[in-house]
């Protein structure tokens, strides 16, 4: 490794670290939501919106956030995406209703966006070409990571109260947005002339790579939430166990995509086609799925499947990431084009948990897999769209 790799690695982890702050927001509401319900005198129906506000947010605002950052800057954005996300939690902690706490809710799913749309163009700027797809590995593992270790500090809900909870969790994101603008340095001034908006939109609307990126994500989305958001309730009926051993069992089994991101970003370093990883990825799912419902698999073996199906799950964001400087419009569009993959990722988000539940509620869990089979079938001809990118540039194994 050269000492230009090497010193580019603080900065990379300061940038990794800023999602995992980032995705403990998307984290604390899940957790925090049966003392809020309480608190606040809450149904669960309009409780649950506390949850479904992110990925809504990020379902219309994806790439209009995108374009932002192309225009303003990675480095601006991703710090107004903390410290936005700071002031909406604070902001939560006062809340004495649901309609000022939801308010409170888009305002971090706001900055959420901004920070995570900010973070892969800041890694793309930041790792050297050598350690570009390794670098970007560890940027996917963001939210695994920030959702397991959000899970683990639960108990301090009952110490702090869940208002307390938010405070600091408002408190650690002004930290680190203080810490990123004193330690992230401020971007060379690039001398070319401005862009019109309306060119950029064009550009970006009309370009097939945004699209089949935006595809991709909404595709695995949906997959993985319509698994893993029925998932502790499945567990706990299907091994028997209580709710919240349930629990613990999806988090394990959800770090796994982590260990997924890692191993991909070795693939991508050593010159595997991210096409051929995205087609290993949704053939795993869609037979692990298979197997994870069936009622002919013992119990032991169907939790196995689920910590196979979360890392192979793990291939896809980071293809994903990796892909997007090469399949964007042109260089002043990659944060536009990683805008349209989040854009697409939210829409799974919020369809696939949603139909795979009313599916359930209709014919029984053997259906979701059927979904999964469905939507990873319908992904194939995306990948095969990936695949056709310049072989030459990418170095292809």
């Known amino acids: 490794m050269s000492a230009a790799d090497r010193s580019a690695w603080p900065m990379i982890i300061l940038i990794v670290g800023a999602g995992v702050v980032a995705a403990f927001q998307v ?6 939501l049966p003392a ?3 608190d606040l005198r809450l149904g ?3 409780a649950s919106w506390l949850i479904s506000a992110f990925a809504i947010i990020g379902a219309v605002a994806g790439a209009p956030v995108g374009l932002a950052v192309d225009r303003i800057g990675a480095r601006r954005m991703a710090l107004l995406g903390l410290l936005f ?3 909406g939690s604070a902001l939560g902690a006062l809340a004495s209703s649901a309609s000022t706490l939801l308010a409170t809710r888009v305002i971090e799913g706001v900055g959420f966006l901004t920070l995570v749309v900010a973070g892969p163009a800041l890694v793309t700027s930041t790792a050297p070409a050598p350690i570009r797809g390794r670098a970007m590995a560890l940027w996917a593992t963001f939210m695994p990571a920030g959702l397991t270790i959000v899970m683990l500090a639960a108990p301090l809900l009952t110490l702090l109260t869940w208002r307390g909870f938010w405070l600091l969790n408002a408190l650690l994101l002004l930290a680190y947005a203080f810490l990123s603008a004193w330690r992230l340095p401020s971007p060379a001034r690039l001398a070319h002339a401005p862009r019109s908006i309306r060119q950029d ?3 970006a609307f009309v370009a097939p790579g945004p699209w089949v990126l935006a595809g991709l994500f909404a595709a695995f989305s949906a997959v993985f939430f319509a698994v893993f958001g029925l998932l502790p309730s499945y567990l706990s009926t299907r091994l028997g166990v ?3 051993v349930a629990s613990m069992l999806s988090a394990i089994a959800v770090a796994a995509s982590a260990a997924g991101n890692l191993v991909c970003g ?3 370093a050593h010159g595997y086609h991210p096409g051929r990883l995205i087609f290993v990825s949704f053939t795993t799912m869609a037979l692990c799925s298979v197997g994870i419902f069936s009622d002919f698999i013992p119990g032991g073996a169907a939790y196995a499947l689920c910590v196979l199906f979360s890392f192979a799950s793990g291939l896809v964001p980071v293809v994903i990431f990796d892909s997007a400087p090469h399949r964007a419009p042109g260089a002043d569009l990659v944060g536009v084009t990683i805008g349209f993959a989040m854009q697409g990722n939210n829409v799974g988000l919020v369809l696939g948990p949603a139909v795979a539940g009313a599916l359930v509620a209709s014919f029984g869990w ?3 897999s059927v979904t999964v089979v469905a939507i990873s079938v319908a992904a194939a001809p995306l990948a095969l769209a990936l695949r056709r990118t310049n072989a030459v540039e990418r170095g292809v194994a």
């Open 201 to 203: 939109i064009v550009e």
């Open 44 to 46: 669960l129906a309009t």
């Open 242 to 244: 209580a709710s919240e």
């Open 366 to 368: 053997g259906v979701v």
């Open 266 to 268: 070795q693939l991508l």
């Open 85 to 87: 996300m700071g002031a």
């Open 36 to 38: 809020v319900q309480e």
């Open 27 to 32: 984290g604390k509401a899940p957790i925090g």
